[in-house]
């Protein structure tokens, strides 16, 4: 059974999502709050699998308690709800580290779909809007990835570290370090596996393995 920690201060909110949770083939809702420090309180005692926040909280961001958890756990889910779906706020969750960002306007199965994916891949974003948003943040004046770049994305595509990017393309491991913290910036991920998902939407590369 999957457990998930709810935190919006909003009562009726809260209630519909975990009647919504209740009702979904294999989730069970651990624990309720209503602000930052009372969620990041409960996911220390409770450890869910997935925790769901909304972003604008009494006390501070949602965001606050989506680095503060991601910092602790890697294998967390952490679901981002807002009202105010925009690219600004949705890079703002990815970089934090969320696995998934909804809007509040979204029907519930949207979120227990989220949800279901941040168990699976919680270091995978996923949000719907995504691509185009990637599209409209590169084509407001983000600059391309470089020739090297590209086969750096490649090889990282492949499932290749540092040490063999650094050893296939006869560059030293501090060089390759900083093509792939390029990447990351241009891409606008926090992650290895961030840039890939972005990169595979944008269409720069087809699949993607595994990390040696």
Known sequence: MTSVLLIDDHELIR???????????????????????????????????????????????????VRTLRKENRQIGLVVLTMYAGDEQLFA???????????????????????RQAVVAPLTFTCTGLAEAMVRRMSSGAPRLSDRERQVLDLLAEGLGVTAIAARL?????????????????LGAANRAQALVMAMRLGLISSAAPTE
């Open 170 to 186: 006869y560059l030293s491991e501090s060089t390759a370090k900083s093509h792939i913290g390029r990447i990351y910036d241009k």
């Open 93 to 115: 969750a990815m970089d934090a580290g969320a696995s998934g960002f909804v809007g509040k306007d979204a029907p519930t199965s949207s979120v227990i779909s989220a949800a």
């Open 15 to 65: 209630q519909g999502l975990a009647g919504a949770f209740s009702q979904a083939d294999g989730f069970e809702v651990s624990g309720q709050a209503g602000s930052v420090a009372e969620g990041i309180a409960l996911a220390e005692e409770l450890h869910p699998d997935v925790v769901v926040t909304d972003v604008r909280l009494p006390d501070g961001s949602g965001l606050e308690i």
